[in-house]
């Protein structure tokens, strides 16, 4: 009987992640800058042949390793290149983090807390925007968290089977994102044996040929990039190791500065709705440990969690879906420790989402109203989570905590569904640059020139599947525009006017207020030499 049951729930969580994860995936255009820089990379390395050396509007691009690429570039393959494909991999990886909290859940703990587990994850806020986009983050969650689960498994068990997935795991985290897919979770487990006074394990990791099964995964391709580039994508200045690892580390990057306690703050708000319950957690992981009663899944896990946040604490750049790999930890402890939530901590739980719905109403209305009048109505999504939370106080009052998990849970789900079928097609409609580049593509010739001038996105590269030349001298484009016979320039409306008055062939045939700048952004045209 508890196999039909699991076997039920394994296909519940399948066809309530998938449904979540998949629905409406191609109902937006591309993201700058992130999501078109990665899809127009893949579709470069295609178009090109070559698995090994990722570029963007035809240079080296030295951001993130291949595996999001080769994604991608097989989707491509199955899908045709647009938005679906490029962002298709990233719900799948979503749907197997999620089966994998619901198997580490049953087998670490008691059932059925990967079932609950399942059910948090896959309506925590942030997670969803994690495995809807086109990037390598949902691959990074679900690869280095089947590792620290695999570990922990393994030590639990000894069996050797985990331990050849927990390398196998962390090799691919490393070609999902680099050097993090293996430093954060050997710094974890060296914590957690040093704690527990125990390496006799390390007798049963199969060590020798665990990490030669990581470096026969791992290393090749970073080898072959580094030999086809002259060591330009690993160690250049603007290289991978140098500039998107250490760099990026010890320097605030693109505007991305915090303060250290960044993300103790931002935590309980990209955790919605299971934000309120973080105190909970805090509470009875320390009780347990007092009474020595803390079990070595949560031990490890506690530590996974801790470690991650202090390093990304340290970290001087700072983003809030950076964190986002710990969710599974932390949907697997929140599952397992709902059987000891007392009065208050439903009620902590319940007051944080009203407080949070309330948030939604009002100053999200406040915000839309001032920038996009015409989005106002967005913000009375939140009363669905409002209704939930109401919900969620009746079933309080009876005492019914199952109830009031699960209607959270559908608050949550629903509130979600609402936000990618609803609110983010009609906010698409404000973005320009996808309209710009049709317009560009169909009147595009081999020989003309695209030319972004004082305003650049990545998505402009993407959608018209043209080198864009990044242009911001005038004499410069002049230059260009005698050497063909169709040119079009994409830039800010007033210094693209000035422009004008020195090229007088330039027309401007469309302008539309900026979604990423408070200016307006138009399209020229400029057809010279034309027999």
């Given amino acids: 009987m508890l196999i039909v049951k ?9 066809l309530l992640s998938g449904f979540l994860f998949f629905s409406a995936l191609d109902k937006a255009s591309l993201w700058d800058i992130d999501e078109p820089n990665n899809a127009e990379c893949a579709r470069e390395m295609m178009i090109r042949h070559d698995p090994i050396v990722p570029t963007f509007n035809g240079e080296l691009r030295t951001d993130k390793p291949a595996l999001i690429y080769w994604c991608m570039w097989s989707a491509y393959k199955i899908f045709g290149v647009n938005e679906f494909s490029a962002r298709f991999f990233s719900p799948l990886f979503g749907v197997a ?17 990967g079932l609950w587990a399942g059910l948090i994850l896959l309506s925590t806020l942030f997670f969803n925007i994690s495995v809807r986009i086109a990037t390598p983050d949902a691959a990074l969650i679900f690869f280095i968290n089947l590792a620290i689960f695999s570990f922990i498994l393994g030590y639990e068990t000894r069996r050797g089977v985990y331990f050849y997935l927990f390398f196998l795991a962390m090799a691919l985290a490393v070609l999902a994102k680099g050097p993090m897919g293996i430093v954060l979770p050997l710094t974890t487990i060296f914590v957690f044996l040093v704690i527990k006074r125990d390496f006799s394990v390390l007798k049963e990791t199969r060590l020798a040929k665990g990490l030669l099964l990581f470096f026969l995964v791992a290393l090749p391709w970073y080898v072959l990039v580094g030999i086809k580039t002259h060591g330009a994508f690993l160690v250049g200045k603007e290289g991978f190791l140098l500039k998107h690892n250490i760099h ?11 303060p250290f306690f960044f993300y103790i703050v931002i935590l309980p708000f990209i955790f919605f709705p299971w934000g309120g319950l973080l105190p909970h957690l805090l509470w009875t992981g320390h009780k347990h440990r007092v009474k020595r009663a803390l079990s070595n899944p949560e031990m490890f896990l506690w530590l996974w969690i801790t470690i991650f946040i202090l390093f990304f604490s340290l970290a001087r750049t700072k983003l809030p879906t950076y964190i986002n790999p710990i969710f599974p930890a932390l949907a697997v402890l929140t599952a ?38 015409r989005l106002g109505w967005i913000a009375f999504l939140g009363f669905i989570p409002l209704i939930s939370w109401q919900i969620g106080l009746y079933f309080s009052r009876q005492r019914q905590h199952a109830r009031l998990v699960l209607s959270q849970f559908l608050g949550a789900y629903l509130f979600i569904l609402a936000l990618v079928n609803w609110a983010v097609p009609a906010i698409d409609q404000y973005k320009i640059t996808k309209s710009f580049a049709l317009q560009i593509k169909q009147q595009l010739k081999k020989d003309a020139a695209i030319i972004a001038y004082h305003y650049f996105q990545p998505s402009l590269v993407f959608y018209t599947q043209h080198k864009v030349e990044k242009i911001n001298d005038p004499g410069e484009v002049a230059k260009r525009m005698q050497n063909t016979s169709l040119t079009f320039i994409v830039g800010r409306k007033r210094p693209l006017e000035e422009l004008r008055k020195d090229l007088p062939k330039l027309e401007i045939i469309m302008c539309r207020p900026g979604f990423y700048i408070r200016d307006k952004v138009c399209l020229a045209q400029a057809c010279l030499n034309i027999k």
């Fill in 6 to 14: 699991k076997t039920v729930c394994f296909l519940l969580l399948i």
């Fill in 336 to 373: 397992f420790y709902l059987k000891e939530m007392p009065v208050w901590v439903t009620k902590c739980f319940l007051h944080f989402n009203g407080f949070f719905a309330l948030l939604l109403l009002f100053g999200g209305g406040a915000a839309l109203a001032q920038f996009y009048p």
């Fill in 97 to 113: 983090t999620v089966i994998l909290v619901f198997l580490a859940g049953n087998s670490l703990f008691l059932w059925p807390t």
């Fill in 248 to 258: 990026r580390f010890l320097n605030p990057m693109e505007g991305h500065k915090a």
